[in-house]
């Protein structure tokens, strides 16, 4: 999978799908060559030098190298301050203040496997023969540095990782303002750029533009990777579709400030750098130390988004997520949140619990308000304790009552947060992040704990397993209501505070890696707000993420059709919940509603206990047809066909890995009088089979190329229409 040719100088990395090409030139520059769809044998070397073009592009010192010039080529760690105008890889201040580095190849080595990120998050191989990892080690000798890119490619899939450590050789300290995980050169700019910014209940909207000249930047300077952008952008031919075209993408496991930037030069090439976020990062690195940038995945597809988007889907469900239930089918859960807010006891609970029992459903999630005086979200986060007012027979009664009816018990915490009217604040005044001496804002009137320090997560830690050690609790929801503000740490020498929100990611990846090893019977679901921190690294340690707070079943259209350009439907939840919906105030069928959320990892967020209601048979319905398909949704592949983006509609099915069994969605948003018939060419069948759908035996090739006429009975708003296809004889 990894050559080196050593006559030219030239690495290729290869597996059936792409290639990836880079040179080492004379002086020991390295050079970007190509990335893109599996090339043979590269026979080409670099012209070379490049013409200088004028004198506004330096050339470099060494007087042998003639006209050459770094600010003109493509490469793969760029340096600082040495005649490369574009976006820097990284930027490092050494004793005597000044910055200048040019990094040169000094060795390589190329390993089996993907060896581990010490204290990050990554995708990782069960057996060393899926990938092989090339490291180049680079070094200015004058300032005794040396950074070590590493790449894996996987032996079958489209997929590049990439990341980069920094090693102090010298015997001063030098202060790393910038270490970016990866740099992609390309010598063309004839791009889109596909994004997904958001806001809370309004997540990962896909917003595509043409790349135009100048520095296109996307970032989190929140302290999470955040609800505002996912650390994600790709880069496609302006042809690209969901289902044919080349595709650039660049995902980034981090839970952090990140920034990502696309930056096209006067000569048209494009660069496109990411890792974390120079924003008030800084970071001492000692003699003899090592900083490890985090990963960056790299995905090209020349089959479209649909293409990249399987990539993404099959890497992070089978080599990111881990632990038992990975390949695990995830269970219906009904959570109490949007019924009874603060507002229960324990008789409502259990009525709860026993209706939902009665209706399928496998898995009650006790929300927020359970611990301490919990009555509004002005108090309690940081006490751990259950109110006895509330629950008077403690968490015990309520489990007991799910485990009674063969039901799981999972309960909602908080870690990360504390409010003001806490015993833990009360206790520890300066336990949260803030700037000693200074006001500290605040965001649903509570503080962020200082993660990165070690006794402020032991407490917690403690706190934590003293419940989950006693209760039989196989789910956990963790959420982080707001972000973070006035960045410091008591106590941190002046000199560090700029670690300060890297350090509390790695006290939070700390924490995860210890909670989830402890309990590995537990299901972890990662939330914020909302999706406000569903990002590749949380998705390492929590398989499913909520996908947001807004659970009206059109708004979630968008919101699911862009989460699902990275992430696979076992990972995205999505929940029933009344009409009209609290968020939005839409009336839509019961239908719809749960076509969006099977769509997904299926929750049920009602008020079972209405004595008037008359849906309940067609509750359990939708719960009885989830778990038939269940399967085929949370591990068959995804296709978008129809983009509620780009039309009134929406579509998208699931295909099982065999092709024997396909489950097809489609969502009507505004109905009109006199609408044109919807038909749909269906995506990744058995073009040579033939299916059974709604009572006809269709052939697959008829399917995918002539399409199916999808529209019967549609004649109203918000409405969906679910169809299952089996192959027959
Ligand atoms: C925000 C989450 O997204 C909701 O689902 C709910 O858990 C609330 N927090 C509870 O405070």
């Known amino acids: 999978m990894i050559e080196f040719d050593s006559q030219k100088q030239q690495f290729h990395l290869y597996n059936d799908q792409i290639s990836y090409v880079m040179e080492v030139l004379p002086g020991g520059y390295l050079v970007h060559v190509y990335s893109g769809k599996r090339i043979r044998r590269f026979a080409q070397s670099q012209p070379y030098p490049h013409d200088g073009r004028s004198s506004f592009s330096p050339n470099v010192p060494d007087k042998r190298l003639q006209g050459f010039t770094l600010d003109l080529w493509p490469q793969e760690y760029p340096g600082d301050g040495a005649g490369d105008y574009r976006e820097t890889a990284f930027e490092f201040t050494y004793a005597d203040g000044t910055n200048a580095t040019t990094l040169t190849y000094d060795h390589h080595e190329i390993v089996a496997g993907k060896p581990r990120l010490t204290g990050l998050p990554a995708t990782y191989v069960e057996a060393d023969s899926e990938a092989q990892t090339l490291n180049i080690t680079l070094k200015d000798a004058l300032r005794h540095v ?4 590493s790449y894996t490619i996987y032996a079958d899939r489209n997929v590049v990782t990439r990341t980069a450590r920094v090693d102090n050789e010298g015997d001063t300290l030098i202060r790393l303002n910038k270490v970016m995980s990866g740099c992609f050169d390309f010598t063309d700019s004839d791009y889109d750029m596909i994004q997904l910014p958001g806001a ?5 909207q896909l917003r595509r533009d043409h790349l135009a000249a100048g520095i296109h930047v996307l970032d989190s300077k929140r302290g999470a990777s955040s609800v505002a952008q996912q650390p994600f952008i790709a880069l496609c031919s302006p042809n690209t579709d969901e289902f044919q075209g080349e595709v650039h993408a660049f995902h980034f496991v981090y839970s952090g400030n990140f920034r990502i930037a696309a930056e096209v030069d006067a000569f048209d090439q494009t660069r496109v750098l990411a890792g974390i976020n120079p924003y008030e990062f800084e970071w001492q690195l000692e003699p003899g130390a090592s ?15 649909n293409g990249m988007s399987n990539t993404f889907h099959h890497l992070y469900r089978e080599r990111l997520a881990h632990g ?8 219906i859960l009904a959570n109490n949140w949007e019924t009874t807010y603060f507002n229960f006891n324990e008789d409502k609970l259990v009525d709860l619990i026993d209706n939902a029992h009665k209706l399928g459903v496998e898995l009650f999630v006790l929300d927020d308000g359970w611990f301490k005086k919990r009555n509004s979200d002005t108090t309690s986060l940081g006490d751990w304790q259950v109110d006895r007012d509330k629950l008077p027979q403690g968490l015990a009664g309520v489990a007991k009552a799910a485990v009674d009816r063969g039901m799981q018990f999972g309960l909602w915490f908080e870690p990360e947060m504390i409010s003001e009217d806490s015993d833990l604040f009360r206790a520890h005044p300066d336990w949260h992040v803030h700037v000693a001496g200074y006001p500290s804002s605040r965001g649903r009137n509570q503080l962020v704990l200082d993660f990165s320090r070690p006794e402020v997560r032991a407490e917690i ?8 050690d006693e209760l039989p609790i196989t789910y956990v929801k963790w959420d982080f209501n707001r972000n973070l503000t006035e960045v410091a740490s008591v106590g941190r020498a002046a000199d560090h505070q700029k670690e300060t929100a890297h350090r509390y990611i790695l006290g939070l990846y700390e924490f995860l890696e210890k909670l989830t090893a402890r309990y590995p019977q537990i299901l972890f679901e990662n939330c914020s707000g909302g999706a406000g921190r569903f990002d590749p690294a949380m998705c390492y340690y929590m398989p499913q993420s909520w996908a947001s707070d807004n659970t ?10 862009g989460t699902s350009l990275l992430y696979p439907a076992s990972m995205i939840c999505a929940h029933v919940s009344e009409s009209p919906n609290q968020q939005v105030g839409r009336i839509t069928d019961l239908s719809t509603r749960f ?5 997904g990892n299926l929750g049920i967020m009602m008020d079972l206990g209405q004595k008037d209601r008359t849906d309940l048979p067609e509750v359990a319905a939708g719960i009885k047809f989830y778990k038939a398909h269940r399967q085929l949704i949370q591990f068959g592949d995804f296709y978008r066909l129809l983009s509620p983006y780009e039309t009134n509609d929406c579509a998208w099915m699931f295909v099982s890995p065999d092709r024997k069994d396909a489950l097809l969605f489609f969502f009507q948003i505004l109905n009109s009088a006199s609408r044109p018939h919807v038909k749909l060419r269906l995506w990744g069948l058995d073009p040579a089979a033939t299916y059974e759908i709604d009572g006809l035996k269709l052939p697959g090739d008829e399917l995918m190329n002539y399409g199916l006429f999808i529209d019967a009975g549609i004649n ?9 296809l089996h192959q027959v004889n």
């Open 595 to 599: 076509a969006t959320a099977a769509s």
């Open 200 to 204: 809370w209940a309004n997540e990962k």
């Open 324 to 331: 038992q239930y990975r390949d695990a089918q995830r269970p």
């Open 291 to 305: 900083f490890q940038a985090p990963e960056l995945v790299y995905v090209y597809s020349d089959k479209g988004l």
């Open 146 to 149: 040396a950074v070590v890119l």
């Open 461 to 468: 830690f403690r706190q934590m397993t003293a419940i989950l």
């Open 552 to 561: 009206d079943a059109i708004a979630r259209l968008k919101i699911q059709y």
């Open 716 to 724: 109203h708003d918000f409405q969906a229409r679910v169809l299952s």
